[in-house]
Nanobody, 119 residues
Framework: QVRLVESGGGLVQAGGSLRLSCAASGLNFRLNIMAWYRQASGKQRELVAQITGGGSTNYADSVKGRFTISKDNAKNTVYLQMNSLKPEDTAVYYC?????????????WGQGTQVTVSS
């Protein structure tokens, strides 16, 4: 059974930084492509960043140059370092395996962690 526990969110002023963590279990962490997603109030869930088993990364255009995804295979944990935060980054952030959009509503998700960026 997949279990995902996100943490590290909070309230921060625009321009500030946060580091999110996600502890994962019940999946092949070393081989899976892991990803961070976010869902703002009233909007659809969107992919923010992903990292392959080999460490290759990919980012949404809106966060390129500001966010960095990384992982620690020994701890089965994936991180999201968020710098230069903007009010439009406000959302609940979730981690999961890389999923096609059509699977978002059917996948098992953690509780997420709220990030609020004030202007």
């Amino acid at each position: 059974q997949v279990r995902l526990v996100e943490s590290g969110g909070g309230l921060v002023q625009a321009g500030g930084s946060l580091r999110l963590s996600c502890a994962a279990s019940g999946l092949n962490f070393r081989l899976n492509i892991m990803a961070w997603y976010r869902q703002a109030s009233g909007k659809q869930r969107e992919l923010v960043a992903q990292i392959t088993g080999g460490g290759s990364t990919n980012y949404a255009d809106s966060v390129k140059g500001r966010f960095t995804i990384s992982k620690d295979n020994a701890k089965n944990t994936v991180y999201l370092q968020m710098n230069s935060l903007k009010p439009e980054d406000t959302a609940v952030y979730y981690c999961n395996q890389a999923l096609p959009k059509s699977n978002y509503n059917f996948a098992s998700w953690g509780q997420g962690t709220q990030v609020t960026v004030s202007s």
